[in-house]
């Protein structure tokens, strides 16, 4: 059966599994102390079928999850069936994080329109330490951060997985974070991802003038086996919105920023003028290109 749950569902299973993994427990185990099966615990693993949250109180009581992580996941599951979603995490990652990793990997078609920073599923990890850095994130958990991230990005090179289209406007690529080295490393890395068969870079030159994204960055993730979504990363927190309404907009977003991309050659060609070259400071770097 086709499984279109939304985030809030899957985000709610995904953690409901971490949970039972860390109690060290298999799903039939679970299954013989409460009244679900070993097919349905799965199904609400994987997002596939909602829970109640009745349900849920049993499972978190045989987890031994307490606490603040307790009375979070039970309001994930009493808001189930409302629209979008959104988290502020105070100390750490987005709640949201575990979930959007989720869709990613179920996702036919991933699209990010980047207009200030190489989008998170192309960066390197100097190119992340930058960002972190500049947003104050909390140092104790940038590490985790940056390896969740490179973690996400495995799904460029395997054998089978979404395709990804990456628009990102040029003003992304010239605002230098870190050192020249690091912003040499980041335009060599677009450059060889987008050789990969299903990643696709296309960058919006200055000259082609403005251009709708310009209003913000977001992520499309198209799927038949999940409800399509948006995603929107916002300092310290995260928001998936999926109503129809909202998905026809970004959709429409999509469609009219291509026109004013460069193609897949054109854009490789296009990083390859960037001319990255240290000064004496150290911390320059020369965006200029060829002409």
């Known amino acids: 059966m086709t499984n279109h749950g939304g985030p809030r569902t899957i985000g709610l299973g995904t953690e409901l599994r971490r949970h039972r993994l860390h109690a060290n427990m298999t799903l039939r185990q679970v299954a013989e102390q409460v009244d679900l099966s070993i097919a349905t615990l799965s199904r609400v693993e994987n997002g596939s079928r909602r829970i109640s949250p009745e349900d849920v109180a049993t499972l978190l009581c045989i987890y031994r999850v307490q606490g603040t992580e307790r009375k979070h996941l039970l309001a994930l599951a009493r808001e189930q069936d409302l629209p979008g979603w959104w988290e502020f995490e105070d100390d750490g990652l987005p709640k949201t994080l575990p979930a959007l990793i989720s869709i990613e990997r179920r996702a036919e078609l991933i699209v990010f329109a980047s207009m200030l920073r190489v989008p998170g599923m192309l960066q390197t990890p100097g190119y992340m330490h930058a960002i972190l850095e500049d947003l104050d994130f909390p140092r104790d958990k940038r590490s985790l951060m940056i ?4 973690k996400r990005q495995s799904l460029l090179r395997g054998s089978s997985g979404p395709r990804l289209v990456a628009v990102i406007d040029e003003a992304a690529l010239r605002r230098p974070l870190g050192d020249a080295s690091v912003m040499r490393d980041q335009i060599a890395h677009l450059i060889q991802v987008a050789q990969l068969p299903r990643v696709d870079v296309r960058v ?4 082609h003038g403005g251009h709708i994204g310009q209003d ?3 992520v499309l993730l198209e799927s038949v086996v999940t ?3 948006v995603y929107l990363e916002l300092p310290r927190s ?3 919105l999926d109503t129809d309404p909202q998905l ?5 977003t999509t469609s009219r920023l291509f026109p004013k991309a460069l193609s897949s050659s054109d854009s490789v060609n296009f990083l390859r003028s960037f001319a990255p070259r240290s000064s004496t400071g150290g911390n320059k770097f020369d965006l200029g290109h060829a002409m």
């Open 216 to 218: 913000g960055g977001f």
């Open 227 to 229: 409800r399509p979504t």
């Open 147 to 150: 390896e969740t991230r490179i």
């Open 204 to 207: 919006i030159p200055f000259e």
């Open 238 to 240: 995260g928001m998936f």
């Open 248 to 252: 026809h907009a970004y959709r429409d």
